[in-house]
């Protein structure tokens, strides 16, 4: 079975610095595009990065472009999520998320880790 554990969330001041680590089991990891999302209280889950199976051509959504890089080690089964410049409207649960096809939206994915809190103070 697909497993996904994400770590690395945590509390941060506006404009500080976090990174996120997705370990992933259960699959052929080279195979799988991945992504990161998040979910912020009373709102809908959204895309932050997607990223293809070599890593070469990420994704951002225009919310953090420029802040977030989006990486991935597929001799470690891992990715990543570094986040710069980090703003309060950041705050939400972050998701890792495996499909086995090309996607850039959540219903694409259908594999998802627990999640991990990001709070950003401001």
């Known amino acids: 079975q697909?497993?996904?554990?994400?770590s690395g969330g945590g509390l941060v001041q506006a404009g500080g610095s976090l990174?996120?680590?997705c370990a992933a089991s259960g699959l052929t990891f080279r195979?799988?595009?991945m992504g990161w999302f998040r979910q912020a209280p009373g709102k809908e889950r959204e895309v932050v990065a997607t990223i293809n199976w070599s890593g070469s051509t990420p994704y951002y959504a225009d919310s953090v472009t420029g802040r977030f890089t989006i990486s991935?080690?597929?001799?470690?089964?891992t990715v990543d999520l570094q986040m710069n410049s980090l703003k309060p409207e950041d705050t939400a649960i972050y998701y890792c998320a495996a499909s086995r096809w090309?996607?850039?939206?959540?219903?694409?994915?259908?594999?998802w880790g627990q999640g991990t809190q990001v709070t950003v103070s401001s």
């Open 2 to 6: 697909v497993q996904l554990v994400e």
């Open 102 to 111: 090309a996607s850039v939206t959540s219903a694409g994915y259908n594999s």
């Open 72 to 77: 991935r080690d597929n001799a470690k089964n």
């Open 19 to 21: 990174r996120l680590s």
């Open 31 to 33: 195979n799988y595009y």
